[in-house]
């Protein structure tokens, strides 16, 4: 089992920025991706970026440009820098885990979500 903690969600104006974190516990294998999908209302849930523990990154077209994953192997933790927001961003954005176990990718584990809004 993983544990996944966000932080960092709120209220923004277009074009500032924002903060999102996650911390991961539990049966946390070297092997991993972590990253952050979100959901608007009466949309599906999508892919905002990506990061596996080598470092490989992975972008929505989007984001690209405008939002920045990295994370903390230590730590076990993934965060979303989100610069220059814009309203469409406005979503519930979830933390994303998932371990690759003998070469295979395990079942995803997911945060509770955290709401970001960006006011125009």
């Known amino acids: 089992q993983v544990q996944l903690v966000e932080s960092g969600g709120g209220l923004v104006q277009a074009g500032g920025s924002l903060r999102l974190s996650c911390a991961a516990s539990?049966?946390?294998?070297?092997?991993?991706?972590m990253g952050w999908y979100r959901q608007a209302p009466g949309k599906q849930r999508e892919l905002v970026a990506s990061?596996?523990?080598?470092?490989?990154?992975n972008y929505a077209d989007s984001v690209k440009g405008r939002f920045t994953i990295s994370r903390d192997n230590d730590k076990n933790t993934v965060n979303l820098q989100m610069n220059s927001p814009k309203p469409e961003d406005t979503a519930v954005y979830y933390c994303?885990?998932?371990?690759?176990?003998?070469?295979?990718?395990?079942?995803?584990?997911w945060g509770q979500g955290t709401q970001v809004t960006v006011s125009s």
């Open positions: 994303n885990f998932r371990a690759r176990i003998g070469g295979v990718w395990a079942d995803a584990y």
């Open positions: 539990g049966s946390t294998f070297s092997r991993n991706a």
């Open positions: 990061i596996t523990d080598g470092g490989a990154t």
